[in-house]
């Protein structure tokens, strides 16, 4: 399973770093993305990482404010958020990629999700 934490409520203008954690799953090997969802909305793609870190994927949304990366050990993934608006209130979520499914936008090519985790920015 995954398992998201570091979301919270914060004013805007700050920042927030989110962590996805694998257990009895491997992430090392695989492609990983944070998506987003607010009450009454489609889950939204923030960003994804391939398998080595080396490549990445980023909504436009959050291009230049967010930052995905993985961690040494390669079975956690993290997403660095800053310069966090209202725009950006959802419950987070990671999910694994499917084999070969490269660093996709679309949430039929991710396998494995997390619970997801709240983020608010308050004006």
């Known amino acids: 399973q995954l398992v998201e934490s570091g979301g919270g409520l914060v004013q805007a203008g700050n920042s927030l770093r989110l962590s996805c954690a694998a257990s009895?799953?491997?992430?090392?090997?695989?492609?990983v993305g944070w998506f987003r969802q607010d009450s009454g909305k489609g889950r939204e793609f923030v960003a994804a990482i391939n398998w080595s870190g080396s490549n990445t994927n980023y909504a436009d949304s959050v291009k230049g404010r967010f930052t995905i990366s993985r961690g040494d050990a390669g079975n956690t993934v993290y997403l660095q958020m800053d310069s966090l608006n209202t725009g950006d209130r959802a419950i987070y979520y990671c999910?694994?990629?499917?084999?070969?499914?490269?660093?996709?936008?679309?949430?039929?090519?991710?396998?494995?999700w997390g619970q997801g985790t709240q983020v608010t920015a308050s004006s």
């Open positions: 999910a694994r990629g499917k084999c070969n499914s490269g660093l996709s936008a679309t949430y039929g090519n991710y396998d494995y």
């Open positions: 009895g799953i491997l992430l090392g090997g695989y492609a």
